[in-house]
């Protein structure tokens, strides 16, 4: 019987680099890294920058709402209430109070205090007809 083929031998990978060579090429790699997560980072800090109301080249709050509302087929000023609640569960005083000195409009005077307009249509019927029975 033939005994089998013996496999020759190998050397292991990088066993014929110099350590300082490693050493650099290792250095390399984690500073490449180290850059890529320092720039994710900055974008992620500079997007908690950005107010809110900078958005101007696009229009204002008030437009966004406007749109939205078109979107949904509801009046705007209903959406801008319901908004409004959400916001104040959510955000200081303060801060409503900030963003109200720099902006106006139906959003705006929901966050700030104004009392909703009642619901208009065959759904604001049913529930003003409801409050009413209580």
Sequence with gaps: MDSPKRMPDVAPPLSKTPLNRFVYYMAIIVAGIGAFYAYRISQLYHSWKTPLTS???????????????????????????AIAEAVREHVPPASIASVAAKETGTLIQALVGSEPTPTTGYVGQVVNGLVDDL
């Design 55 to 81: 958005n101007t080249a696009s229009g204002g709050i008030e437009d966004h709402i406007h749109a939205l509302a078109d979107a949904f087929g509801v009046p705007a000023s209903n959406l801008a209430f």
